[in-house]
């Protein structure tokens, strides 16, 4: 079954402590990016990665990382957390012949104390 | 930054009632893709239909219906006779190179 996991599911936490938000694809897609969603805004794009080592910012980087070592696995790391990262944060992978199919995880909910 | 527009920020239906959820979109790709999601209380993204630049063939899937219009730049969705379990967050979404969201929707469908 074509699959996007995340974890965790839920994280709370403290301004400053670094975490790290996994997530991985069982379709051999080669595109993976990351979305924060929050009220009123939508879904806006952290980063992306279009192939393995290959990353780029999207539309709302600041305060995050990524890293794609291999093709399966696109982790998002927040190295000092803040207050305003708190969000709901899906995964997505995109494959097909056009680049036109989207498969999302199912979300982690951070919040930042 | 090209925008999708979702101009309803809410909308709030009687059950049975026939709802257009609108949105628009700026683009200066020649071929795209726009996307409708479902985001149910429960938080996941639920894939509800994907169309191309070249198709402005409308579609229907049982109470769902899409009107895409190249000329305006819309691709509205349709739900007819509302139901409860319709309750939801919608998202559209155009992709050309990357992915863009509207603000969403949300719909309440009272019983």
């Known amino acids: 079954e074509a699959q996007v996991t995340q974890n965790p599911r839920y994280l709370i936490t403290v301004t400053g402590k670094k975490l790290t938000v996994t997530c991985s694809q069982n379709m051999n897609h080669e595109y993976m990016s990351w979305y924060r969603q929050d009220p009123g805004l939508g879904l806006r794009q952290i980063y992306y990665?279009?192939?393995?080592?290959?990353?780029d910012k999207g539309d709302v980087p600041e305060g995050y990382k990524v890293s794609r070592k291999e093709k399966r696995n696109f982790p998002l790391i927040l190295e000092s957390p803040s207050p305003n990262q708190t969000s709901l944060y899906f995964c997505a992978s995109t494959g097909g012949e056009l680049y036109n199919e989207q498969f999302f995880g199912p979300g982690t909910r951070l919040t930042v104390l | 930054a090209q925008k999708v527009t979702q101009a309803q920020t809410e909308i709030s239906v009687v059950e049975k009632e026939d709802v257009t959820l609108d949105c628009v979109y700026e683009?200066?790709?020649?071929?795209?893709?726009l996307f409708w999601y479902k985001q149910p209380p429960s938080g996941e993204l639920v894939f509800l239909i994907r169309r191309n630049s070249f198709d402005e063939q409308n579609e229907i899937s049982g109470r769902y219906s899409w009107n895409f219009q190249k000329s305006t730049s819309s691709f509205n969705f349709t739900i007819t006779a509302s139901q409860v379990v319709d309750s939801a967050v919608y998202f559209c979404?155009?992709?050309?190179?990357?992915?863009?969201f509207g603000g969403g929707t949300r719909l309440m469908v009272k019983p």
């Open positions: 990665s279009m192939n393995v080592e290959v990353t």
């Open positions: 683009t200066r790709d020649t071929t795209y893709y």
């Open positions: 979404a155009r992709r050309g190179n990357m992915l863009t």
